[in-house]
């Protein structure tokens, strides 16, 4: 298995409420992305990063923000949880972008926002 | 029109079935096309991919995509218990000099003993 963690594994939040989400990875891979998974929308993209610093938008990135200080580490930030955001977030890795490059995927996250 | 559609199920078949499992696709751009299985409470992992057109085996399992009709297929053979999951078909091409990689919803498939 592709050494990624998730945490938390779950979380339970307020509307209003910040929450953090973490993706460490220990293969030293360029790529990295947070996706939602949604029934009836199945995975979207929020934000990737293709290097330490260097991050873009998703096609869902409104109401999120993401960070990527050190290779191993992407954050998932939700400044102010809404509903709308409870999901299961999965954090994804990649060495390559393009062609057949792999997505391995982390176990995900499951966020309730009340 | 979602660039990749799929319809989402669910399939239920007794072991030993051949299973098929379609995706449809609107991006002239996508020359990748990958299935993803995922088991349940678990992140989705990479079973096979396929470039451009044509068929690629592994296995009990069979990809297929077809360029001219906008049309991707796996196939499972002698499908077993193990093999209930949800299958997610992709399609992936350079777009606007980025790649873009679009899933479809999934389909949620359970082989009976």
């Known amino acids: 298995d592709a050494g990624i963690t998730q945490s938390p594994r779950h979380k339970v939040t307020e509307t209003g409420t910040p929450v953090t989400l973490r993706c460490h990875q220990t293969e030293n891979h360029r790529y990295m992305y947070w996706y939602r998974q949604d029934p009836g929308h199945g995975l979207r993209l929020i934000h990737y990063s293709y290097g330490v610093k260097d991050t873009d938008k998703g096609e869902v990135s409104d109401g999120y923000s993401v960070s990527r200080s050190k290779t191993e580490d992407f954050l998932l930030t939700l400044e102010s949880a809404t509903s709308s955001q409870t999901s299961v977030y999965f954090c994804?890795?990649?060495?390559?972008?393009?062609?057949?490059?792999?997505?391995?995927f982390g176990e995900g996250s499951r966020l309730t926002v009340l | 029109q979602k660039e990749v559609e799929q319809d989402p199920g669910p399939l239920s078949v007794p072991e030993g079935a051949i299973v098929s499992l379609n995706c449809t696709y609107s991006?002239?751009?996508?020359?990748?096309f990958m299935w993803y299985r995922q088991y349940s409470r678990k992140g989705p992992e990479l079973l096979m991919y396929?470039?451009?057109?044509g068929n690629k085996e592994d296995g009990r399992f069979t990809a297929q995509v077809d360029k001219s009709s906008k049309y991707i297929s796996l196939f499972i053979r002698d499908s077993q218990p193990s093999d209930s999951a949800t299958y997610l078909c992709a399609g992936k091409g350079r777009q606007g000099g980025s790649e873009k990689l679009v899933f479809g919803k999934g389909t949620k498939l359970t082989v009976n003993p």
């Open positions: 994804a890795i990649s060495g390559l972008a393009g062609g057949t490059g792999e997505l391995f």
């Open positions: 991006n002239s751009a996508f020359q990748y």
């Open positions: 396929t470039y451009s057109s």
